[in-house]
């Protein structure tokens, strides 16, 4: 039956959605961190969490599609179903929607903290090229005010 792949295909999107909010715990503890080689292997396994939520958003609308349903909303659904059914459809999307919520939430504190720490560096970077005239060439090589040997301080 049509709702059965449905709710099957929802079951899938949830657990990849759970799946990914423990990528982006794993992330908010790299970037605290400060550990690149980590948020690297980190984003290659988010990109393909979101190829496989592509392909169940694909799987899920041709059920629909299939089903002659095609266009239809949740709420649209609901109101065909039986009252079991309708329950059934309910439940998932219900958890569904609370760990998309949750997903975005934690997205969007580890988007401030990576915004935070590239405040931070660019503010060292500023502070240390000021104080030891550090500069970088055209060419990426680093130049500095040395003096027998030693970095001086400027003014």
């Not at 949830?14 to 550990?35: C, G, K």
């Not at 990576?114 to 970077?125: R, S």
């Not at 090229?129 to 030693?150: E, K």
């Amino acid at each position: 039956m049509w709702l059965d792949r449905l709710i099957g295909l929802l079951e899938r999107e949830l657990a990849l959605v759970n799946e990914m909010r423990e990528l982006l715990a794993q992330e908010r503890q790299a970037i605290v961190a400060n550990d690149t080689s980590s948020l690297l292997k980190i984003a290659k396994k988010k990109e393909t969490l979101g190829m496989k939520q592509k392909i169940l958003e694909e799987a899920r609308l041709s059920c629909l599609k299939n089903a002659g349903k095609e266009g239809y909303t949740v709420s649209q659904l609901m109101e065909e179903l039986a009252p079991r059914e309708r329950e059934r459809l309910q439940d998932v999307c219900s958890r569904l929607k609370t760990s998309v919520e949750r997903l975005m939430w934690e997205n969007k504190r580890n988007a401030l903290l990576i915004n935070k720490a590239m405040e931070l560096n660019n503010e060292l970077y500023r502070i240390f090229s000021s104080a030891y005239g550090l500069s970088y060439g055209p060419d990426g090589s680093l130049s500095a005010d040395f003096q027998n040997g030693n970095i001086t301080l400027r003014g």
